[in-house]
């Protein structure tokens, strides 16, 4: 772990470790400088299996793709709470901090998303609140966001 100021600032190695924690049969690959996890997120049991990589790398945010199904638009809609490159907005600039845990965090905020995304497929209402379009690039943490001080508020 690296210690900054405000928190303690997961390594990789620790973030992957605690991935593999839960997700026993999935594998991460991990080089010096990013993590990259691949595996299935079921929201519900009623919900598809969602094949999700999440990339991580230090001093930004984790960045979350749907690989499989493809994520599908509805008629003249595009896709809510999408970046451009197709990273998913799961969080408010503030709300994710290094020294918060992928696995208890993004995996689970990306299943929230998962789960509004169906909804809003079904009924052309998105109910996961946030902000959109947020004032932010994917991934990007301000030098603020990486030395945390004070507590997050609500997702985006």
Partial sequence: MVIRRGGVSHSLVV????????FPEVRARLT?????????????????VYIVQVTYSM???????????????RPGEALPHVYGDGTLC????????????????????TSEWLINYEIWRATGNWHGGGEWPPD?????MSEEAKSPTKAPTARG
Avoid: C, K, N
């Fill in 32 to 48: 010096p400088t990013q993590l990259v996890w691949t595996g299935p997120i079921q929201p519900t049991a009623a919900s598809r």
């Fill in 59 to 73: 001093r930004r945010f984790p960045q979350v793709r749907v690989l499989r199904p493809q994520l599908r638009t």
């Fill in 15 to 22: 973030q992957a470790f605690a991935l593999a924690s839960v």
């Fill in 90 to 109: 799961l969080h408010l600039e503030r709300e994710w901090t290094p020294d918060m845990l992928i696995v208890h965090t993004t995996l689970p905020w």
């Fill in 136 to 140: 932010r690039y994917p991934g990007m």
